[in-house]
């Protein structure tokens, strides 16, 4: 089950715990559980050992879109609480710093405006951008990369920045800090590919940004189980 914050998780969880009296496994995994180390490498050691059936696992959204691989995918039907964030931005000031991240990156031209940018194909380069992504030793300077790192890696999002702002960024021409550099991470439907089942429950999906960058690449059928039961079809004042 993806929700958007920790504090929904800690609810649904107190909430399913309290429901479940049959013996299901109920488990959660976000900051506030892990403490010291990496959520997605618990989430990763979580599925590699856990049982092929009857488990309930709480995570976020982000957690879910960064996770590096999903072991036995297609054993694992996916509920995602509201509608995910279509387009994220990170910006950051990265005037003395980007070549912990920039000699990994390569930059096209997407358009006259904008780079698509990924990580380069080569070895050193993918190994520099996990080793940042992972951050196992909870190093400070890593975790403001940590989040850019692990999406520059992830198929699940195409990157885009505007040439002004990469150049500006590279040849160390943000003027103090005042010209920041602004990533776009677009969500890509490969996400929610091979699993058994997924069903996103939200409201108005079709209004969504995510629909209307996804519906010519994903077909989305209403669950009548579902939406037979529901007390309300849109948010009311």
Request: include cysteine; glycine fraction near 4%.
């Amino acid at each position: 089950i993806l929700q958007p914050t920790v504090e929904l998780i800690d609810q649904s969880y107190t909430d399913a715990t309290a429901r479940c009296s049959n013996g299901t496994i109920i488990t959660r995994i976000h900051n506030g559980v892990v403490g010291y180390g990496s959520v997605s490498s618990a989430i990763v050691e979580y599925l590699k050992n856990c049982a092929s059936c009857g488990e309930i696992l709480f995570i976020t959204h982000v957690a879910f879109m960064t996770l590096p691989y999903f072991d036995r995918k297609n054993e694992w039907e996916i509920i995602c609480d509201e509608i995910p964030q279509a387009i994220d931005t990170k910006e950051r000031n990265l005037a003395n710093s980007h070549q912990l991240i920039s000699d990994a990156i390569e930059a096209k031209s997407h358009d006259p405006e904008y780079y698509s940018l990924k990580c380069k194909e080569d070895r050193a380069a993918k190994a520099s951008l996990k080793k940042i992504a992972s951050n196992k030793n909870a190093d400070d300077v890593f975790s403001v990369l940590q989040d850019i790192s692990s999406r520059l890696l992830s198929r699940n999002f195409s990157i885009f920045v505007r040439k002004e702002s990469w150049e500006r960024t590279i040849s160390n021409k943000t003027k103090k800090g005042k010209y920041k550099l602004s990533l776009h991470c677009v969500l890509q439907p490969y996400m929610f590919s091979g699993f058994k089942k997924v069903i996103l429950m939200g409201a108005m999906l079709d209004q969504s940004l995510l629909y209307k960058l996804w519906s010519h690449r994903v077909e989305f059928k209403p669950m009548d189980e579902i939406q037979n039961n529901l007390r309300y079809f849109k948010h009311e004042l």
